[in-house]
């Protein structure tokens, strides 16, 4: 079987974007290289490897074999190009990362930055979804590392608590909102609110301080982009709960207001990775990274059950 690697890294990353158009800008690659790409695999493998449904693509089942072989063989020679280059007295080779939105943006720029002026040879791949699909992802070792919501469960997994991450409600830009008073559920449930589509965790985590504290949310919308979010809310449609550190130069520059939660609201970001999984140098790199960026209170050690 005649089956050309770079092919098989488009199907990687079709599958992984689960579109040609995002597949296309991940690899910095024409939609007609890609589709040319598949044309050849298919043909070398003998049977359809994608299901083509509209836009979005979905991988067969002979498609998912073969990439779970190729994982495998990808592994090994990264392996070795890393053993290679650790003799020359190098960190290098190739890191996945599984992570949230609002952590791929605001959190990890400068601990990626810094290690790439230190590692100038190391790849850096970011990858998002939500902490179940991430978790999922790092325990069939497809990722290396995840940087989600906690809770994560998984038998494989190890989990490091990271960040404490404290949400507070944003509101639009007005007199009517300066306060200095914390907003209990029972005064926030008056207002309209714009919340996280129903499934994340944060989702669940608000819908929870909500039920404790004995009140019924006005929802008048669900997303699951917070920049989306801060857009409605700038605009007066109602008010939301968010990351903190996701709204800061918006609240610095006036054009939303921030408002304590009382009591106070938190989620926990973990790292997560697979128990069994060596820590080569380039992860010993990245976790060294993530450790010196300031946890808060979020330095207790997690294990999944």
């Known amino acids: 079987m005649d089956v050309n690697p770079v092919h098989v890294r488009t199907l990687q990353a079709i599958v992984q974007t689960g579109s040609f158009v995002r597949a296309a800008e991940t690899l910095h690659l024409s939609q007609p290289a890609l ?136 509101a639009p830009p007005g007199r009517e909102w300066r306060r200095r008073a914390p907003l209990t559920p029972a005064e926030l449930a008056r207002h309209p609110l714009i919340l996280y589509e129903r499934g994340g965790t944060i989702r669940r985590i608000t819908d929870e301080w909500f039920r404790r504290g004995r009140a019924l949310p006005r929802v008048a919308m669900e997303l699951g982009n917070t920049e989306a979010t801060k857009k409605l809310v700038g605009a007066g449609l109602g008010v939301s709960l968010v990351s903190e550190i996701a709204v800061q130069a918006e609240v610095g520059a006036g054009a939303l207001n921030l408002l304590r939660l009382s009591p106070p609201l938190h989620r926990t970001l973990g790292i997560v990775r697979r128990r069994d999984k060596p820590v080569r140098p380039a992860l010993q790199a990245l976790l060294a990274a993530l450790a010196r960026r300031p946890r808060g209170r979020a330095d207790r050690i997690v294990r999944a059950r």
């Open 35 to 170: 589709s040319h790409h598949i044309r050849h695999l298919e043909r070398a493998v003998g049977v359809p490897v994608l299901e083509r449904l509209g836009r979005r693509a979905t991988v067969t089942a002979a498609g998912r074999l073969l990439l779970e072989h190729a994982g495998r063989a990808f592994r090994e020679l990264e392996s070795a190009r890393e053993a290679i280059r650790q003799r020359q007295g190098l960190v290098a080779g190739r890191i996945s990362i599984g992570t949230g939105a609002t952590a791929s943006i605001h959190l990890l720029p400068p601990v990626l930055g810094e290690l790439r002026r230190r590692y100038p040879d190391l790849d850096l791949v970011v990858v998002t979804g939500n902490a179940p699909e991430v978790a999922a992802a790092v325990e069939r070792d497809e990722l290396d590392v995840g940087i989600v919501t906690l809770p994560v469960s998984g038998r494989a997994l190890a989990v490091s608590a990271f960040y404490l991450d404290r949400l507070v409600a944003i």
